[in-house]
């Protein structure tokens, strides 16, 4: 399991290519790869975005994703999980989250990844703060409604 | 008894405090909850029922006593993804 904050832009297929290859001991154990990678969209409520500043709180923000995969290991059996997060600015088109687990079989990587997704969104202490073409900025409220 | 508190995110635009994100230690009467340390910060400024809050990096309510040295958090709702 791991988990990085990272406040600079990262690939999210090179990092999951090094990380699966680093998991050579696990060769043959997993039938099962799920991964998520969310996006920065330049659109929100209806207003075109140029650019976002993700804010977080180090040490909780950790924690609580460490707990998040903990309790997904004990539940979907996962073999391995990695989540990245990015902080700082951000442009659109930058990946802002990668969600990557290794299971036995299909269901519980889908369902897995999905369940760290969903509580990440929901409790992980991250905030968004957009800057509308134009020049205001503004704090997202809340994250769109999109599952 | 000292406490650490740090506000977040549109938590600290409200505040008012650009000290970036660690905040003040304050001084509280031995027996004390979130709720007075809100009370004690915000100088009459209302608490959204949205809002979160953060005992030693947990999640708690408005009830929670707090205890010397302990660090409370007050945040808006998350973002993240």
Redesign the interface.
């Known amino acids: 399991m791991k988990i990085v904050i990272d406040s600079t832009s990262f690939d999210p297929w090179r990092v999951l290519d090094d990380y699966q290859k680093n998991m050579s001991d696990l060769d043959g154990q997993y039938g099962a790869t799920a991964v998520f990678i969310?996006t920065m969209r330049d659109f929100n409520e209806g207003d075109d975005v140029s650019e976002m500043f993700?804010?977080?709180?180090?040490?909780?923000t950790e924690?609580?994703l460490e707990n998040i995969c903990l309790q997904a290991t004990g539940e979907y059996q996962l073999i391995e999980s990695l989540v990245v997060?990015r902080v700082g600015a951000i442009k659109p088109n930058d990946p802002?989250?990668l969600v990557a687990v290794w299971t036995a079989h299909r269901k519980q990587a889908f369902e897995a990844c999905r369940e760290i997704?969903e509580d990440?969104?929901?409790?992980?202490?991250?905030?968004?703060?957009e800057q509308i073409a134009g020049g205001e900025d503004r704090?997202?409220?809340?994250?769109t409604k999109g599952y | 008894m000292s406490i650490h508190v740090k506000f977040f995110a549109s938590m600290r635009d409200l505040m008012g405090d650009d000290r970036d994100i660690d905040a003040a230690v304050v001084e509280q009467q031995e027996i004390s909850t979130v709720d007075d340390i809100w009370n004690y910060c915000a100088e009459g400024k209302k608490r959204s029922d949205n809002v979160l809050v953060a005992v030693n990096m947990d999640y708690v309510d408005g009830q929670t006593l707090v205890k010397e040295g302990d660090e409370v958090a007050f945040f808006p709702p998350v973002t993240g993804g």
């Open positions: 969310g993700l804010e977080h709180y180090p040490g909780m924690r609580h997060h802002i989250v997704m990440l969104k929901s409790k992980a202490p991250f905030w968004k703060k704090w997202v409220e809340k994250n």
